[in-house]
């Protein structure tokens, strides 16, 4: 009778097990994969966490990202951006803090909107009357087409200027430093 008990909890455990192997699923590529972008000045540093799209062939600004829309900023998630310190962006303070990165891209400004609703998933609930701030970015065509969305710091003395750039189109506000 112990025998049978013990080869019956044997056999519930393997098969426990299997079916626990078997249910796992392999963890697939991300088809816009997820990038960072930081910028260091003294004890201030900034974080910018984005889905990075790719063109593949599409018109991207006034088709997939229509003008006058709430954009996420990228991909999948919505972006954020992370200052470890206060900072100044278009000489408007902006509190050390996390905040989701939202845009209304326009031909030839962008709105840029500094929000506390952390992890969502793409604009989908994004509450305009939450915004923290909101401020201009200058908009230039480029001489070269970026395939993937790219964000990047651009360091100058106590300042950075953040560029956002895809298909021919470059985005960028400043951001000064308190340090």
Do not use: C
């Not at 923290?132 to 480029?142: H, M, P, R």
């Amino acid at each position: 009778m112990l025998i049978k008990i013990k080869l019956n909890l044997i056999i519930f455990i393997l098969s426990l097990a299997a079916h626990h192997i078997y249910a796992q699923e392999a963890v697939k590529a991300r088809l816009s994969p997820l990038e960072l972008a930081t910028v260091k000045y003294e004890s201030t540093y900034i974080k910018v966490t984005y889905g990075r799209p790719h063109m593949k062939g599409r018109e991207i600004f006034g088709e997939l990202v229509p003008y006058g829309e709430v954009w996420r900023t990228g991909a999948n998630e919505a972006t954020e951006i992370t200052f470890t310190n206060d900072v100044k962006i278009n000489n408007k303070l902006l509190q050390a803090g996390t905040y989701t990165l939202f845009t209304i891209p326009e031909k030839d400004h962008w709105k840029v909107i500094f929000n506390p609703d952390l992890g969502q998933w793409g604009a989908y609930n994004y509450t305009p009357e939450k915004n923290i701030l909101e401020i201009d970015a200058k908009v230039a065509e480029t001489d070269v087409s970026y395939e993937a969305f790219t964000m990047e710091f651009q360091l100058e003395g106590d300042k950075t200027n953040l560029l956002m750039m895809w298909e021919n189109t470059k985005a960028w506000f400043t951001i000064n430093f308190l340090d």
